[in-house]
């Protein structure tokens, strides 16, 4: 009877021991067999058994079961585990916490964690060229949770999102190269004009511009960045104190002198509506003037420049036509002359710029002006030639 009883027990001990999950051997067995829900479940006991989490070979299966649940072909196989990824990384780095630099163990961690980065790189790039880009997006997502500071990975990942027009997750990838101090160029110019055309925000934009400008100090769109944002911005002051400096370092800069001239026109505008400041308002139409011409001296054919000339000696004439034209008789008589033919050399300064800009680009609004200075000046053949093609621009517009 009491031999019985210690059979039974042996043969109970036995059965329980057989029952028991968490063998590793188990595990490795089952991976083979691609079994990987046996293999998942053995090995996820396996690492709560002291004995075997202590071994560096348990955390290597782990590393190596987890791996496969992630890369699998098979999406019910990646549903296994929604975090295969990020725990057949760790699991590779618990490896190499334990074992030396050169062992076995550590150097095939290292193969399988490049491996895992690899394949989510490799899949990504061959759907990215396919113009696929959630599908890119989503691989290189997957590539970041096994190298979440590399500096291409994270590139790719923001070039497909900016493609799929996916801005927020744009700006959290180039911004994270900022951080790291990885961004290019072009990643600065992207975040800028995300933050200015998408997100309306010129103040980020500002921010992100003086990064790019300490980054790369001899990248000029920066600077033309900052003087754009700094003129929305209605800081005007500091915009054209911007100008002046950069047109100091870059002198024959055709669109730096066309900014300072729109910036002193604008100025200048703002002023001649203040009572009291038409003094200081002519002086900077004035500068404005001058940097129209400079800029027409670097680059003849720039129509902005042309058309805005010629248009402010159509302004400045006015102040003295308006002047003669308030007279009463007898003040005309004493002053009107001299003051009209004041006006008509200002204005007859200003036809050539009007003439340019109307032969680089024919608008309507150009024609008009210029058939008037025409007419002011008594040159009625070329104010009637004028008019035959406002005519017949009019008329092939009610065509259409």
């Excluded at 019985?4 to 001990?13: D, G, Q």
């Excluded at 024919?362 to 053949?381: F, H, P, S, W």
């Amino acid at each position: 009877m009491k031999k019985l009883i210690i059979i039974c027990l042996i043969l109970s001990i036995a059965s329980i021991a057989s029952a028991q999950k968490g063998s590793v051997n188990k595990a490795t067995g089952y991976l083979m067999k691609q079994d990987f829900a046996s293999a998942k479940a053995e090995i996820d006991v396996a690492v709560t058994i002291e004995k075997n989490a202590e071994k560096s070979k348990t955390w290597f299966e782990r590393g190596r079961i987890y791996q496969a649940i992630a890369t699998n072909a098979d999406p019910a196989v990646n549903a296994l585990d929604s975090e295969a990824i990020s725990k057949a990384k760790d699991s590779f780095l618990k490896v190499k916490s334990m074992e030396k630099e050169m062992a076995p163990n550590a150097i095939l961690s290292d193969q399988n964690i490049e491996s895992l980065w690899g394949k989510f790189i490799n899949d990504g790039g061959a759907v990215y060229g396919e113009e696929k880009f959630d599908e890119a997006y989503d691989n290189f997502v997957k590539a970041l949770i096994v190298k979440p500071t590399d500096s291409l990975t994270l590139l790719y990942a923001g070039v497909c999102a900016q493609q799929g027009e996916n801005y927020e997750n744009t700006l959290k990838h180039y911004y994270k190269l900022v951080e790291l101090d990885y961004a290019s160029v072009d990643v600065y110019a992207t975040l800028v004009y995300i933050e200015r055309a998408v997100n309306m925000d010129e103040e980020t934009a500002l921010t992100v511009v003086k990064k790019a400008q300490q980054k790369y100090p001899t990248e000029a769109r920066f600077g033309q960045e900052e003087i754009s944002i700094l003129i929305n911005l209605k800081r005007l002051d500091q915009a054209k104190d911007k100008l002046v400096e950069s047109i100091k370092e870059d002198p024959d800069n055709a669109n730096l002198h066309l900014n300072l001239a729109i910036m002193y026109d604008n100025i200048a505008g703002t002023l001649a509506d203040e009572s009291g400041k038409e003094e200081e308002a002519s002086k900077t139409y004035d500068l404005a003037l001058k940097e129209y011409i400079e800029t027409i001296r670097i680059e003849p054919d720039n129509y902005v420049a042309n058309y805005n000339a010629g248009a402010l000696y159509v302004n400045k004439a006015k102040q003295y036509y308006d002047q003669v034209n308030g007279m009463d008789l007898k003040t005309y008589q004493k002053e009107g002359p001299a003051l009209e033919k004041q006006a008509d050399e200002i204005l007859a300064k200003g036809i050539p710029f009007m003439e340019k800009a109307n032969s680089i680009k024919e608008e309507v609004d150009g024609l008009n002006i210029l058939m008037q200075m025409y007419k002011r000046m008594k040159m009625m053949d070329k104010a009637e030639n004028v008019l035959n093609r406002l005519d017949e621009l009019q008329a092939a517009g009610g065509a259409e």
